[in-house]
């Protein structure tokens, strides 16, 4: 009761400050609190892909490179829940490419940590289920597929992704690739990514150094299809 | 790969109306060439750094050199050579190759290659062992007269370098300011337009393509820096400013835009000379008219 008195006190008082151009809602705005982003844990040990991916990769990819996306994800937002309340539109607008660099690099790399797993937990097994099928029927077979996203992977100027996406509307899948961190709804916003590689060079220098294909053909023993297939199946329930 | 006569004087029908397929694509393309010389590629070779592959340690390793220098910037020059083989790029400079593959801003598959090829060239002489230091003499003048300070110059170029997302590059570039884009030309030039600018530009873009004059440039690509920095991007770029930096290279390159800009606008300055030339022609011919008119009252 307390506390419904204050937010209507707080909520008047903004409005009279305001000449009336602020609604009642301020006051509620106030006192929300705005969600704040942690680093996923990985559910496997940082050495558990080798000699697929090295250990020494994955620790720093984890803990330097997608921490870091979060930390300025997550300041980019306070930032900008404070432009939206200061309805500072410069800055609103200013502010979308760190949010949509620093967002999407959470995202991605979210959904990369599930989509590995180590030989011995079944990472590299082809997929079975709905989405072994889909991909049968869509893109040819599981090696058309895999030959499909690496060559347009090593393709890929500068830094990005490659992905297998499936299309909510059509229910069909495909492979696509986004530049920088820019997460698979940028390309459609009816796809959701089954699997996505990295193939920033942070992904991989340290092992392969420049030679992106390598990467490309050893990453394919660490897939985890039990996760893709589970999210295929979810999607097309 | 050279034509040898024997093949030239082939009996096979079906080998030489082949042969004679390629050689006249050849000569079309190709006008000054004399058989003897008729070639299908003009090699372009990489350029090794001024100076040797571990001068720049502990700043940037030599690992790095030997990966940057001797995969990267190698594996540009190769693609680049197959890409232009017996193409109209062929034996043409590297800057033109650059400019053309660009196709305002629709860039052709050399682009990618030529112009990462240009970058590298560029950064490698944009360092130099025991670099860093400050700029001097003009430079520095139209530095404290465009950014203030030195100091606000390093922080906006740092900035740029930490806030390319992705790959790409971090520039200091002079810009003639012209606004010669054909249908328009700055209509008061003056010394003070002449700016130095920070650019960045992603994947192989570069200043080129834009008409500036790139003085220093930075590579925020993160294989020029993982294997010293990991993913400090930060610390590298700042070890660059102190410690690699060619302040020399940059003020040779300035002074060098200001020449080559000059000529330029002297060349303009001839072509709109001989274009108004031919209008006085023509407000002649209109002043006779009035002076016909004139003349018949006159005799009236």
Known sequence: MAICALVSRKAMRSVLRSGGTVTVGSGLNQIRTLQTFSLPDLQYDYGALEPAISGEIMKIHHQKHHQTYITNYNKSLEQLDEAIRKGDSAKVVGLQSAIKFNGGGHINHSIFWRNLAPTSEGGGEPPKGGLGWAIDTDIGSFESLIQKMSSEGAALQGSGWVWLALDKESKKVGVETTPNQDPLVTKGLHLVPLLGIDVWEHAYYLQYKNVRPDYLKNIWNVINWKYANDVYERETA | ?300
């Open chain 2, 1 to 300: 790969m050279v034509l040898s006569a024997a093949a030239l004087s082939s009996t096979t029908s079906a080998t030489s109306s082949f042969r004679d397929g390629r050689i006249s694509t050849l000569f079309r393309q190709n006008p000054k060439a004399t058989r003897c010389r008729a070639r299908f590629t003009a090699q372009l070779e990489l350029k090794a750094p001024p100076y040797s592959l571990d001068a720049l340690e502990p700043y940037m390793s030599r690992e790095t050199l030997e990966y940057h220098w001797g995969k990267h910037h190698r594996g540009y020059v190769d693609n680049l050579n197959r890409q232009i083989a017996g193409t109209d790029l062929d034996e043409l400079p590297l800057e033109e190759i650059v400019l053309r593959s660009y196709n305002k801003g629709n860039p052709l598959p050399a682009f990618n290659s030529a112009a990462q090829i240009w970058n590298h060239d560029f950064f490698w002489s944009s360092m130099k062992p025991g670099g860093g230091g400050k700029p001097s003499g003009l430079l520095l003048q139209l530095i404290e007269r465009d950014f203030g300070s030195v100091d606000r110059l390093l922080h906006e170029f740092k900035q740029a370098a930490l806030t390319q997302f992705g790959s790409g590059w971090a520039w200091l570039a002079y810009k003639a300011n012209t606004l010669d884009v054909g249908n328009a030309i700055n209509p008061r030039p003056s010394d003070t337009d002449h700016k130095l600018v920070i650019q960045k530009s992603s994947n192989a873009i570069n200043p080129l393509v834009w008409d500036y004059h790139p003085l220093i440039v930075v590579d925020v690509w993160e294989h020029a820096y993982y294997v010293d920095y990991e993913n400090r991007r930060a610390d590298f770029v700042s070890t660059f400013i102190d410690n690699l930096i060619s302040w020399d290279t940059a003020s040779t390159r300035l002074d060098e835009a200001i020449a080559a800009i000059a000529a330029k606008g002297a060349k303009e300055a001839e072509r709109r000379r001989e274009e108004e030339g031919y209008e006085t022609e023509e407000e002649d011919n209109t002043i006779m008219m009035y002076l016909d008119s004139e003349n018949e009252s006159e005799v009236e």
